[in-house]
């Protein structure tokens, strides 16, 4: 049997193997060589081996018999070892070795693919557990697009990184505690003085609701005002009535917290009692505990829904849940010479920085910074005990999503957590922490996306909106009549919640991009609903052919003979690869591209190859490879079901 009969890694790792014999056998003295393979330019081949003019740098001078980069090529090509994988070989510029697969193997591969699953195609990453640190919300704040975001992406990189057979810790690092909450309390004391007797009640009635402190005020008011309240909790213009002025000054987003910030910052007396709540409350007074942990009960159940609409799942441990640790850990941050007093707080100077990160702010209080320190330091020490308990090396992962005005945060913490120790030093050493930084969500200004009440975009709004428009496009072309209640609200959220992500995710995450529905909802660019669309017809497709794709796996008859055949063959087998560097350097949108153009391969595939043999067999394995194998519904759906599922099946990934 030859060495790469069984499918071993990506096709990249596996002609690394090739040629990193016919390195040792051209330069045997270099032993540090790794081999550099990257794919090429389509008309000079499939793969390149980039090692000969480096090699030169290196070995020129040295007495080597070799007079320049471009003999060291060729002799690079002449010593790889013969492999079916191989059709030809050629030399260009300085010494790139070009390769040009063999159409035989790749269609032996994509079988191979086919029967073994996708699955075993995950791409084999350094690390078996990472944390990913997203969306992470604040309690009484509403939800905003920002954090639309780093749901969004920090879901996709979980996904990926699932995929790839790593253990997530999927962490929701919510901003649950702070000076902020004396505010909170004390407000929500003022607006139910009887809190012990009203509050459960309250929060029952609550329940059902997204935005539930807007409707703590209704429940709040008498019968007669609610009609103006509705105005003001719908975000209208309220009528002129003296009486309920108090409520029309509250603001539609995240009223409770901008409604008790204004008290704060307009009543001194409330001010005091506020920051003497926040005493109480870090004391562990019952009374205040309980109204804290009732104002976060309010705002997880609205945060979940969201999750719940998107299918992410996360495991809250919120700034609360590290508070109790933090002293300890800057006790050893200080034993270690890494704190210094400065104009009254505890800073850590970092080198480079213009500010220090303060680690305790001048009034004794604990911040931001603190608490991610006291994160990072008990994740390491629980990745810690996990290697230690399962008594293996494991590389270890902590990715951060934040918008990329957080950079400097970041950058900061983890410099801190390198000179404790506790993080090697050096970027590509594990265990390792990246920030992933995103930009702005615009609006079609160019400018910050808001509402036109100028107040921050709501993300339930944005969900709804999605879903509201699919449906109506749905309906224009007839499908209420077709379908049930049912299925058109589950198409049109699988449509809607998919268009809404991909239209993230595609772009460069730290490019701005601009929100836009009717572009997003397009189902002729680079959209999910193109990519919903070209496999509803692939699927389709295999459903009218009659065959069956078990017999297919049985029969291994995969011939490649049109050059657009052989296009998507290779396409397909690329796909552990990119996923692999979708999740080395943390772009979901590598992951978008390669989806995107394997539905231009296979739309020029069946546009071209109209009387290939392979015509049902290629679209069933574009089927497979990217879907239907996943969810095992390729060969039996009919379109309308299909939309449904692979509206979830494949954002699985993007
Ligand atoms: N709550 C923060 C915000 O809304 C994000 C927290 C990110 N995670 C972290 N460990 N700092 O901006």
């Known amino acids: 049997m030859a060495a790469d009969e069984e499918v071993v890694g990506t096709v990249k790792d596996q002609l690394a193997k090739l040629f990193e014999e016919s390195l040792r056998v051209t330069v045997p003295d270099q032993t540090d060589t790794d081999p550099l393979i990257a794919a090429c330019n ?15 740098t290196k070995i020129k001078g040295t007495g080597s018999a070799f007079t320049g980069p471009q003999p060291v090529g060729q002799a690079i090509m002449t010593n790889l070892p013969r492999s079916e994988m191989i059709e030809s070989c050629s030399i260009a510029g300085p010494g790139f070795v070009n390769v040009k697969l063999s159409r035989q193997w790749i269609a032996k591969s994509i079988q191979k693919m086919l029967i073994k699953g996708i699955e075993t195609w995950s791409p084999k990453l350094r690390v078996k557990r990472a944390v990913v640190d997203f969306s ?55 607006k139910f003085p009887n809190m012990e007797v009203v509050s459960d009640q309250a929060i029952g009635d609550l329940e059902a609701s997204e935005n539930l402190f807007r409707k703590l005020f209704i429940y709040k008011c008498s019968s007669t005002y609610s009609k103006v309240l509705v105005y003001c909790i719908l975000g209208n213009k309220v009528v002129k009535v003296s009486s309920v002025k108090h409520w029309y000054t509250v603001p539609d987003n995240g009223a409770f917290y901008k ?30 505990r309980k109204a804290w942990s009732q104002i976060c009960e309010i705002s997880r159940k609205g945060y979940e829904k969201v999750y719940q609409r998107l299918g992410i799942v996360l495991e809250e441990k919120g700034e609360s849940f590290y508070n109790p640790y933090i002293p300890g850990v800057l006790e050893e941050l200080g034993k270690k010479g890494l704190i210094e007093e400065s104009e009254g707080a505890r800073v850590i100077f970092i080198e480079g920085k213009k500010y220090p990160f303060i680690v305790v702010k001048s009034d004794g209080g604990f911040n931001y910074a603190s608490t991610d320190l ?41 410099t801190a957590a390198k000179r404790a120790g506790w993080l090697p030093p050096g970027d590509n050493s594990y265990p390792k922490a990246n920030h992933v930084g995103f930009g702005l ?61 991909y239209a993230d995710l595609k772009n460069n995450r730290l490019t701005n991009y601009t929100f836009n529905f009717d572009q997003m909802l397009n189902d002729q660019g680079n959209t999910a609903v193109y990519l919903l669309y070209a496999h509803a017809r692939i699927c389709s497709i295999i459903r009218k052919s009659g065959k069956d794709v078990e017999e297919l796996k049985k029969t291994g008859a995969l011939v490649l003979e049109h050059p657009n055949e052989r296009a998507l063959g290779l396409h397909l087998l690329q796909f552990a690869e990119i996923v692999e560097e979708a999740c080395t350097n943390l772009l979901p949108n590598v992951l978008c591209e390669y989806l995107y153009n394997l539905s231009g391969h296979f739309t020029t595939f069946y546009t071209n190859c109209q009387t290939s043999p392979n015509r049902w067999c290629c679209q069933s394995l574009v089927a497979f490879v990217l879907w239907g194998q996943r969810r095992r ?22």
């Not at 905003?144 to 992406?153: A, E, F, K, N, Y």
């Not at 790839?164 to 690092?173: A, P, Y």
């Not at 996990?386 to 005005?405: F, P, S």
């Open 42 to 56: 389509p008309r000079f081949g499939d793969y390149q081996c980039n090692n000969a003019m480096s090699l030169w």
């Open 136 to 190: 992470s919300p604040n309690i009484a704040k509403e939800m905003h697009v920002g954090h639309l975001r780093s749901t969004i992406i920090g879901d996709t990189l979980a996904r990926m990184l699932e995929f790839s057979n790593v253990e997530v810790l999927r962490r929701n690092h919510v901003g649950d505690w702070g000076t902020q909450f004396g505010m909170l309390i004390e407000f929500l004391f003022e």
């Open 259 to 288: 409604a008790s910030k204004q008290r704060f910052d307009s009543d001194p007396g409330f001010k005091e009692r506020a920051q003497q709540a926040v005493v109480s409350l870090q004391g562990g007074k019952e009374k205040y």
């Open 374 to 414: 006291t994160a990072l330091w008990s994740v390491n020490l629980l990745l810690l005990l996990y290697r230690y308990r399962l008594n293996e090396e494991k590389a270890e992962w902590m990715i951060y999503v934040t918008d990329v005005g957080q950079r400097e945060h970041f950058e900061m913490l983890f």
């Open 441 to 501: 969500v615009l609006g079609e200004d160019g400018k910050r996306f808001r509402t036109r009440s100028t107040e921050v975009v709501k993300l339930v709004d944005l969900l709804d909106e999605a879903k509201s428009r699919c449906k109506a496009a749905l309906v224009e072309r007839g499908k209420a009549e077709e379908w049930t209640e049912e299925e058109l609200e589950q198409t049109a959220e699988a449509v809607g919640y998919g268009a809404v992500k």
């Open 633 to 654: 519904q390729a060969d039996s759906c009919c379109v309308k079901r299909l939309q449904r599922s692979c509206g979830n099946a494949s954002i699985y990934l993007v």
